[in-house]
């Protein structure tokens, strides 16, 4: 009863109006505010794009210092949050302590939590971005053992983030400056998607007037799963546990085996059915950072390369319309940066705040926005009566 559409998995319904990232899958087109993906990351950067998306336009130089500046004078989170790292088992999955730790900043940062206020609003969306970072980088240190690094202002973003993970005390560490340039491309990469499973929670989350680190932290929950943000964890294990170009037929044999629950990792997307846009300039990217770091043999790489090529060959593969996406190609790079895969799917967390936060925001301003509430097709028992139990059998 009742006049809704049955729609599981939204496949054929749009929850919302946008104007901020538009997709075209046939075409394999993804424009942010209108400008091609291809554009902002061969020759803007990642706090261009974050401006781009929650603006709508691009910065004069006047707006893209002022914005740098703001979100750098954010980057420091509360010292009292390292104590709530160390409530967590250290063998924790850091995208467990995300969860944990974005949820914790709205009981820190109780100010930014009215979301009646235009620019409390700005001021939590700037939080987010700066204090991203900080904490991806403290759930990667707790991870393994090192202490926690503070942010360095003087630092571009992307190579913040990078000392933050991997200076040590007792060691002089510099940021190389072409994986600082292959990061901040892989978080242009990631910066938003349209309505996405996480994108969809995030705004489902906030339809209720929750605060936007509550919001958020949702998001990062959603994010985690495997037919999600977890593909570039699950892809590049899935390259290693292939191991060698000699398995390739043996695997994609098993994709393609109704029986057998295996997939390719790191193939298929549910709007690009054409190609990834972010996948080619993410193969461009891995090349440049093994090139750089003297990894060209890398073993992974020849084994992505073969079976790409062998899955665009092959005839399940192109009927289905399924290639690589993204994930195929930023799991190598980011172990090459040095990131175990446990924190792959953080990286991407860390990149999509931004694009949850201008659709969060995009939301709350939207005058005709409501509270999310899909409804269902019931197959349960109609009306039945209670049994005392002294009766049931
Ligand atoms: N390997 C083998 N067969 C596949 C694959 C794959 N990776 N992906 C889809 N198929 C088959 C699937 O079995 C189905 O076959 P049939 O029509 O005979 O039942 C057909 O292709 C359509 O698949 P679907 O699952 O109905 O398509 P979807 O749009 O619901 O799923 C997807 C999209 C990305 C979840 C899926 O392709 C997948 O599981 N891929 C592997 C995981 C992955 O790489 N995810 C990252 C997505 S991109 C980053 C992000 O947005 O987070």
Not at 249 to 273: C, T
Request: glycine share 6%; charged share 20%.
């Amino acid at each position: 009863t009742g006049h809704f559409t049955y729609d599981p998995g939204f496949t054929s319904t749009a929850s919302c109006e946008s104007k901020i990232t538009y997709i075209d899958g046939e075409q394999g087109t993804l424009l942010y505010r209108g400008y091609p993906i291809e554009q902002l990351a061969d020759h803007g950067d990642f706090l261009e794009t974050c401006y781009l998306l929650l603006y709508g336009e691009l910065p004069t130089k006047a707006q893209k210092d002022d914005f740098v500046h703001r979100v750098t004078y954010h980057t420091m989170i509360h010292e009292q949050m390292s104590r709530f790292f160390t409530g967590f088992r250290r063998d924790a999955h850091p995208m467990a302590i995300m969860v944990g730790t974005v949820g914790a900043l709205s009981a820190f940062y109780h100010d930014s939590t009215d979301i009646s206020d235009p620019h409390q609003r700005m001021v939590a969306s700037l939080r987010m971005i700066a204090k991203m970072p900080t904490l991806a980088a403290m759930a990667y240190k707790y991870h393994v053992g090192q202490p926690f690094v503070y942010p360095r202002n003087d630092l571009d973003y992307s190579s913040n983030f990078l000392h933050m993970c991997f200076a040590v005390p007792c060691e002089d560490y510099k940021v190389n400056p072409v994986l600082a340039r292959a990061m901040d491309r892989i978080f242009i990469l990631h910066a938003d998607h349209e309505q996405n499973a996480s994108t969809s929670t995030v705004r489902l989350a906030g339809s209720s007037g929750a605060n936007p680190f509550a919001c958020i932290a949702a998001g990062i929950a959603c994010l985690w799963g495997p037919a999600h943000g977890g593909a570039n964890e699950a892809a590049l294990n899935m390259l290693a546990e292939i191991g060698s170009v000699d398995n390739i037929p043996e695997y994609v044999r098993r994709a393609k085996d109704k029986d057998d629950p295996f997939r390719l990792m790191g193939f298929g997307h549910r709007v690009y059915k054409n190609y990834d846009p972010r996948a080619r300039i993410m193969q461009k990217t891995t090349h440049e950072v093994l090139a750089e770091l003297g990894m060209r043999d890398d073993p992974l790489l020849e084994v992505a390369i073969e079976l790409e090529r062998i899955a665009l060959n092959d005839e399940y593969f192109v009927e289905k319309k399924l290639y690589p996406n993204i994930d195929f190609y930023s799991g190598i790079t980011l172990r090459a940066l040095g990131f175990p895969t446990t924190m792959f799917t953080v990286l991407f967390a860390l990149a999509r705040t931004v694009g949850w936060i201008a659709q969060w925001k995009e939301m709350v301003e939207d005058p005709s926005q409501k509270i999310g509430r899909p409804r269902q097709l019931y197959t349960g028992y109609p009306s039945r009566d209670y049994m005392p139990i002294s009766q049931r059998r």
